[in-house]
């Protein structure tokens, strides 16, 4: 029986970094956004212009808190923007 090689051990690994609960939160002049919040406000928006959420596959999300926004674009077709 051969021996796994290193990348397969780690792939197989549980605990650590890849499966730790995270919580992203961005802060700028006074204000502060949290990852489930600003994720909660881009699916409000893309629903709103009338896509399926079964129909969204990737989100793309770029922060701007000096602009006071966060655009996005989901399925590299939709974008949009929220306010920071």
Known sequence: MARKDSMERAMEKVGGFATAKKNVVIQYQGRER??????QQIKKDVLAKGVKDDEIEVVDIYVKPEESAIFYVVNKKVEGSIVF
Do not use: G, P, R, V
């Open 34 to 39: 949290n990852e489930e919040h600003i994720l």
